[in-house]
């Protein structure tokens, strides 16, 4: 157990689930022993065999929260969102004044659509640790897909507040200032998010369409332009960038872009290929 915990701390997690493996050949019921291993297999990404040990552990030791959080964690990462959610439900049960497993509770219902739900636990992540600036980010996402954009925009503030340098608080902060018609605040947010991080995909994306909002249709294609090399794979960029070369006049390219688009799958692409070229 002593050295399966020091390879652990060195990120030695292949080593470490061998020692495990060990204590647990010589006591099968060592608890505690399931429990480490299930960290170091979390550590080591390996999902379904950790889940594994920490059911395994709340067998034996069923009143510890700290394993329910880590079933969640690990339900989560395979896709599972409402297994997820059982298992942080039964951590909240044992303990109650954790602000991180309301906000986990809260992105698993985020991932489920149920935003109404997910607000409600990023609350109370908040009213126990108010200067949790990712629950201030993901509530103002959930106010953002249930158009309460104002409500949205308050929580980014108070984000950027908590921490200046967090670029995904500008990007987000813009779509909301999108959805209200704030098209210069939100260039302005993107463009700091950029400043922060270049390589943010999103954030030339949501330039892009304010841009294009202000008939700015060549700084937009120009944005689409660098986040098509950052996500070549990212169609609503093509299809963006498509609609702003038509409102340029190219029709050419603008038309290479949304059959790309379509071609990808996006679906009011191909309407639009369909409308405008041919």
Known sequence: MKKGKA???LKKYKEAIADFDQAIQLDSNY???????????Y???????GIKDFTKYVSMEPNFANAYIYIGLLKERIFDSKAAIVAYDKAIELDSKSATTFYDRATSKMHLGSYTAATLDFNKAIELDPTYESAYVNRGLTKTH??????????YNKATELDP???TAYVDRALAEH???Q???????CTKAISLDSKDETAYVTRGISEYRLNMYKDAITDYDVAIGLAPKDRVAYYDRGIAKEQDGDKEDACADLKKAS?????????EYKKYCQ
């Open 146 to 155: 249930s158009d309460d954009y104002q409500g949205a925009m308050q929580d």
């Open 183 to 189: 098209n210069t605040d939100a260039i302005k947010d």
């Open 263 to 271: 071609d990808m799958g996006d679906g009011s692409a191909k309407e």
């Open 7 to 9: 390879d652990d701390s």
């Open 31 to 41: 608890a505690n022993a399931y429990y480490y291993r299930g960290i170091s297999k």
């Open 43 to 49: 550590h080591a990404k390996d999902n379904y065999e």
């Open 179 to 181: 959805h209200e018609g």
């Open 165 to 167: 340098n967090d670029e």
